[in-house]
């Protein structure tokens, strides 16, 4: 079956742009994740929605990040005014959120690149 | 102290041998941990999870000691394929999730 898939695989773009990143999730999960890893890091947690709602969004850096998961299912990360530290790979994961922490599916993330 | 903390290694073991990575956390509250794995430029994939009685999945053995507040990996008979990095992950609840920055292992043949 069809894994997570995030849109584009790559992106670059100037500093000060507005990006957006897509994640469409594996179909039934209600939990998804978004992630930001850089080069020898792991993954930090950035925001967790439950269904549509936003449930966590505690990892958003500042308020130049948002997200969003208007029908439960797949989900939009936005970057405004887009700085070289935000130069990252971002991940999205899925997982059923049933109960308690399931498995977590990641996609294949989108590499940010700000020049 | 950081809430979860790995040895960053690399850790080089020849093929056959055991390895083992220790992962520590500092929240006493955590509930949930596991063992992803991750190739290189590629996401991650769970592993194993950690259960509180230990468990063993093949040449993989998960131990988690809550006194202590660390989790640990071994791998038994190691192979060339299992070079990667090993991700610990603590999970508070469902919506507190951390990452530890992963162990990288270098299996020599």
């Known amino acids: 079956g069809a894994g997570v898939s995030q849109t584009p695989s790559n992106k670059v773009t100037e500093k000060g742009k507005y990006v957006e990143l897509r994640c469409d999730p594996i179909s039934g999960h209600t939990a998804l994740y978004w992630y930001r890893q850089s080069l020898g890091q792991g993954p930090e947690f950035l925001i967790y929605f439950q269904g549509t709602g936003a449930a966590d969004d505690s990892g958003l850096p500042n308020d130049r990040f948002f997200a969003v998961r208007p029908e439960g299912s797949v989900s939009t990360l936005k970057i405004q005014r887009t700085e070289r530290g935000d130069s990252a790979v971002y991940l999205c994961a899925s997982s059923l959120g049933t109960s308690g922490i399931g498995e977590q599916f990641f996609g294949p993330g989108t590499r940010l690149t700000v020049l | 102290r950081k809430e979860v903390e790995q040895d960053p290694g690399p850790f080089n073991v020849p093929e056959g041998a055991t390895v083992a990575f220790n992962c520590t956390y500092s929240n006493s509250a955590s509930q949930s941990f596991f063992w992803y794995r991750q190739d290189c430029r590629k996401e991650p994939k769970l592993l194993m999870s950690?259960?509180?009685s230990g468990n063993e999945d093949g040449r993989f053995t998960a131990q988690l000691n809550r006194a202590s507040q660390y989790i640990s990996l071994l791998i038994r008979d190691s192979k060339l394929s299992d070079s990667a990095t090993y991700l610990c992950?603590?999970?508070?609840?469902?919506?507190?999730?951390?990452f530890g920055k992963g162990t990288r292992l270098h299996i020599l043949p």
């Open positions: 950690v259960y509180s």
């Open positions: 992950v603590v999970a508070q609840r469902d919506d507190k999730i951390i």
